[in-house]
């Protein structure tokens, strides 16, 4: 699908035209077009983006066929950003970055992507209801795109931040193989977070400091709030895997905890019956076989008399390792 946006210098605002009226629109030198290819394919874009807008075919190759992390390209007449946005749905599944190719000029911005993405549909209705927007220039729509992709981002944070303390509060009551397995899928996600943001970090450091001719000066201001941040939502992101790391250690800790309290409880079990045990063998129970050689043990006050050393021996026992607190 391809959709387009034109604010002429008259202030009028049109949309969906036609690649003819691309190269019109280009020739006016004013206003504003906005183009974005959403999903199609590659043997239908690069015609366009090569002779109709003029690309350098390393930039188009980039955006068509390659995928690459955050960066800025700078070919004089126009800029050719890559960015990630973001997307999580939570529980098992991990995050999902979608490239965003953005080819920035004075008069035109050039968005294409594979996968819809929601931050630039949110940009793009804003734009369409509101031309303000549109007046203020095509380095000014880059700025929304930026700026509500961080939007993104920081919501995937709040996501990530409530799944740990959900982790945190089960692992001390239930604590699982599939908690572990959603710990470790949590993890996995921070680190690729991690990955994402650190470049789109310095893309918008250079938006914000470099001399770019289709840059305006004074929109840098708004470049460098969005690096602001960035640099905040990244010092998150590291913290988070902190919490992450400290999560699965405390579920390590809390399963390793309840199998030592089973060992113990199975060792105490064992030690209280091991005199008993002894007994047994040592008497080999005859009572109630009589043997001549040992009528006297056959007798029943014996008998009473080992069956209380057998009850009374395992109570000393347990109160014993309670004394010394091994219980």
Known sequence: MIRSIYYDANGKQRENLTVEEFTQALQAGKGLLWVDFEATPAEDDAPILLNIFGFHP????????ETHLAKVDDWENYLYIVMQSVSYTGGDEDIELTELDVFLGTNFIVTHHDLPIACLNRVWRACQQHERYLKLGADHILYKLADEMTVDY???????????EW??????ERPSADMAQRIFILKRATMHLR???SPLREVLNRLARDDFAV???????????????LVRLHDITEGLRDLVGGALDTYL?????????????????????????FLVGFFGMNFFIPDEPITLLMEKPFFIAVLVMMFITPISMLIWMRRRRWM
């Open 58 to 65: 390393l930039a188009v190759d980039d955006a068509l066929q």
């Open 154 to 164: 920081m919501q995937v944070v709040e996501a990530f931040d409530e799944e740990i």
């Open 167 to 172: 982790i945190e509060d089960q692992v001390f």
């Open 195 to 197: 990955r994402a943001v």
């Open 215 to 229: 840059v305006d000066k004074r929109d840098r201001v708004y470049f460098r709030d969005v690096y602001d941040h």
């Open 253 to 277: 800790s809390v399963i390793n905890n309840r199998m030592n309290e089973v060992m113990k409880t199975l060792t105490v079990i064992t030690t209280l019956f091991m005199p008993v045990s």
